[in-house]
């Protein structure tokens, strides 16, 4: 006998009608068009009945945005060398594929905060001032980022040439959460955690000695707030957060 | 189709036009659009903008398509943190990688469905060392029952997604048989509408999802 026709394929695959005859059967069980077709409209008519709905409103699409900026503006103005020349297809999984690092990133959500936020208070001043041969080469106010309060400064030193971080801020902790600071480099790619921040708000952190020089980037002072759950990933929550002049 | 066919983006201050040159031997250009933004835009005219390079055009396709991307890396990974980072990446990639978009070759929302798909994969498999790490130090082995996969996962999304759009009454329809469990001759009843009608209906949009899901899944993956 002829195919199926699609209206008896659709009513079988959502159980409309008449069930199929003896004949139709028969045409199904010799013909694979047929029968891929009716597995396919079965299996949408399945998949249909188990709804996996999207919610806009859950999605933080304004936070995404603000860093799928931040990185395109960070790679339109990198040096050549970090330019992708060749794109894979999307059938190649490594596009553009974040080295993994440890802790894992989640930079990209600070640095978009830092682009919106932190880059336009925390113009500090770089100032050199020789204190027992510790040399602060430069500082930044620390400001609280929205629906944060407290204040503070970061000032980074040179002791006998090796490079520290000191950072005091006025804001009270929080009761059962501790606070951390970190290094965001400003491509929003990477980032060093220092460390504990006690609870008086001081302390002095040394710095990879790699940062020695230039910072190699990592201006940005950042204060998490962070939840007692052994994550080493930053919380994505942060109290103050400046940037250090280069 | 043998017509090779192409578009030109113009932008005026407030204003974007795009216009396709649909027959390249008559040069004869044909105004698929014209748009105070992108706002307005349909999707092919979108496709268009993007292939081109329009950043005010990304900015539109990331609004109506972000929300699907994050759901389905949200879901497939269970945590909100990765469902962002892959929502970013799979946009930040899609835009450098736009010179591999052809729009002739299928949608675009399946294109970056597909990227999300291998970004998924990726995440995953990284777990799974973790896992395996964790299962070693721990010396503990974890049976559990298979899970859904992911091409099933993203198939259950955009049926969800295409069911939410289709117009009335056709996605009343179908919603109250899929969603509701109701039987045709109860949405006939409730809707008002013949019993035919109803079914032929139901038949027509469950052709249309099949199209649809078929175009989504359509890229090489």
């Not at chain 1, 060093?192 to 002072?221: C, H, K, M, S």
């Amino acid at each position: 006998m002829a195919h199926l026709s699609p209206d008896r394929l659709a009513d079988s695959a959502l159980g409309i009608d008449d069930p199929l005859t003896a004949a139709e059967q028969n045409h199904l069980a010799s013909c694979a068009e047929c029968r891929n077709e009716l597995g396919e409209l079965s299996r949408i008519a399945h998949l249909g009945r188990q709804p996996e709905h999207v919610a806009p409103q859950l999605v933080p699409t304004d936070a995404i945005w603000q860093s799928i900026q931040v990185q395109l503006a960070s790679q339109a103005t990198a040096p050549a060398t970090t330019e992708p020349s060749a794109e894979p297809p999307p059938s190649a999984p490594t596009i553009a594929e974040l080295p993994r690092r440890t802790p894992r990133l989640r930079s990209w959500f600070l640095v978009a905060a830092a682009a919106v936020f932190g880059l336009i208070i925390g113009a500090g001043i770089t100032t050199v001032v020789v204190r027992d041969r510790v040399e602060v080469a430069s500082s930044t106010s620390l400001e609280p980022l929205p629906g944060q309060t407290g204040q503070g400064t970061a000032e980074l030193l040179r002791d006998r040439g090796r490079p520290e971080l000191r950072v005091q801020i006025d804001a009270p902790p929080s009761p059962d959460r501790y606070r951390e600071v970190w290094l965001i480099n400003t491509d929003g790619q990477r980032m060093y955690p220092l460390g504990v921040l006690p609870d008086d708000g001081r302390a002095t952190y040394p710095l990879p000695p790699a940062l020695a020089g230039q910072l190699e980037g990592f201006n940005i002072v950042d204060v998490s707030i962070e939840p007692y759950d052994g994550n080493p990933a930053h919380s994505r929550e942060s109290q103050v957060r400046g940037v250090l002049p280069t | 189709m043998t017509h090779s066919s192409y578009a030109r983006i113009v932008a005026v201050p407030g204003r974007v036009r795009v216009i396709s040159v649909v027959d390249d031997a008559r040069r004869e250009p044909e105004v698929v659009g014209e748009h105070t933004d992108w706002g307005a835009a349909t999707e092919a005219e979108l496709s268009i903008g993007f292939a081109r390079g329009d950043e005010a055009c990304l900015h539109e396709v990331f609004r109506r398509l972000a929300p699907l991307i994050y759901t389905i890396a949200y879901r497939a990974l269970d945590s909100s943190s990765d469902g962002e980072e892959i929502t970013q990446d799979v946009f930040v990639s899609a835009w450098r990688a736009r010179d591999n978009y052809q729009v002739e070759k299928g949608s675009l929302s399946g294109w970056l469905i597909g990227i999300t798909r291998h970004r998924i994969a990726d995440r995953q498999r990284a777990r799974g060392r973790d896992l395996r790490l964790v299962q070693a130090v721990t010396n503990t082995t974890d049976v559990q029952g298979q899970p859904e996969t992911l091409s099933t996962l993203i198939d259950r999304i955009v049926l969800t997604e295409e069911i939410g759009r289709l117009p009335h009454p056709r996605g009343s329809i179908l919603q109250l048989a899929f969603w509701e469990g109701r039987s045709y001759p109860q949405i006939a009843e409730q809707l008002d509408l013949p019993l035919g009608t109803v079914k032929s209906h139901a038949r027509r949009a469950l052709r249309h999802l099949r199209t649809q899901l078929a175009e989504v899944t359509s890229w090489p993956t």
